[in-house]
Every structure is written in structure tokens, then in C-alpha cells.
């Protein structure tokens, strides 16, 4: 991603995180009291996902990503969805080892740049 939109990105957040944001459906890992992870679904959508860099590669990410889909298949959803950045390989190959497969391409805006991204579906099972 070029670092003009990584720069506009970071500023525009941290302008509006607390305005704009609907907190309501996101649940935190803590650790010690430190918050080092969170999800966030709206509606079938994965809407966020970050674990903090000292704690990835230990499961946590693993853990949030089953509460998620947990929750969306509760709330009756046959297929989860999400988006990710072109290049954040790591997230993709985390989610396609998840059973989540791409099923398109599309081109978002952050903060006024586009941004290419990938979508991702994974079907939930029914009860
Ligand atoms: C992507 C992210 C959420 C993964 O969380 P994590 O805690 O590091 O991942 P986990 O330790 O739970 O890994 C779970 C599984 O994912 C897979 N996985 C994780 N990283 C992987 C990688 N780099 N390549 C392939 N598979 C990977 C593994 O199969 C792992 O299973 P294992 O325990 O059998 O090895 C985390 O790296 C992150 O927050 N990244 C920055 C923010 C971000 O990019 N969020 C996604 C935005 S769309």
C-alpha cells in the first residue's frame, strides 16, 4: 500500500476512531489487562480483525476469527464475508488456512486513495 495512503489513513483514524465507529459488536482478548487483540463483525461481514504484532502466531488470531463466525452463524447467516488488502498475505494465507476461499476482487476507499482488495466468503454450518 503507498505510504500516502497508509499516512492519510493513520491521520483520518485518528481523528474519528471514537465518532464514527459502532462499537457494539466487538470483543477484545486481553492479556494481563492489556488489551492485544480485537474482532469486529457487522451483520454476515468479518468488519476487523488485529492481534497485536508481540502477540500474533500464538492463536489468539485463531480464536477471535471462531468467535466471529460463531456469532454470524448465530445470528443466521449461511456464509460469512470480508475484505482484505491486496498484499496482506499473511491475513489472506491466516484466512484461507480458516477454510475461507476468494471469490472476487474489488477496489475500496481509504481515506480518498483506492485501494484493491480481495473478497473473501467462508460457508458456516447450519444447525
Ligand atoms: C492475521 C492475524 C489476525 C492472524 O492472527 P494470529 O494470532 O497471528 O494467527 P494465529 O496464531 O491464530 O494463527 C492461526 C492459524 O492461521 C494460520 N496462519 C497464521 N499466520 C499464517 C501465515 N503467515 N501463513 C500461513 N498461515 C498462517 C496458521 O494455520 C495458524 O494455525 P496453526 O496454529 O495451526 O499454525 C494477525 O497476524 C494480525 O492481526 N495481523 C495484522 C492485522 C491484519 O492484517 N488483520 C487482517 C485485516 S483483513
Do not use: C
Not at 451483520?43 to 480483525?49: E, G
Not at 500464538?58 to 480464536?63: A, D, E, S
Not at 460463531?70 to 460469512?80: E, F, L, P
Amino acid at each position: 500500500m503507498p505510504d500516502a495512503t497508509v499516512d492519510a489513513w493513520t491521520e483520518a483514524r485518528g481523528r474519528h476512531w471514537d465518532l464514527e465507529d459502532d462499537w457494539s459488536d466487538l470483543w477484545v482478548a486481553d492479556a494481563d489487562g492489556s488489551i492485544v487483540g480485537y474482532v469486529q463483525v457487522d451483520a454476515a461481514r468479518l468488519a476487523n480483525i488485529w492481534i497485536a504484532p508481540a502477540a500474533q502466531g500464538q492463536g489468539l488470531g485463531k480464536r477471535l476469527l471462531d468467535l466471529a463466525e460463531t456469532v454470524i452463524q448465530r445470528r443466521g447467516h449461511k456464509q460469512a464475508r470480508l475484505e482484505v488488502f491486496v498484499g496482506n498475505d499473511r491475513a489472506q494465507a491466516f484466512y484461507e488456512s480458516r477454510g475461507w476461499a476468494e471469490v472476487g476482487r474489488d477496489t475500496y476507499e481509504l481515506a480518498g486513495h483506492p485501494v484493491p482488495g480481495i473478497v473473501m466468503v467462508k460457508d458456516l454450518p447450519q444447525d
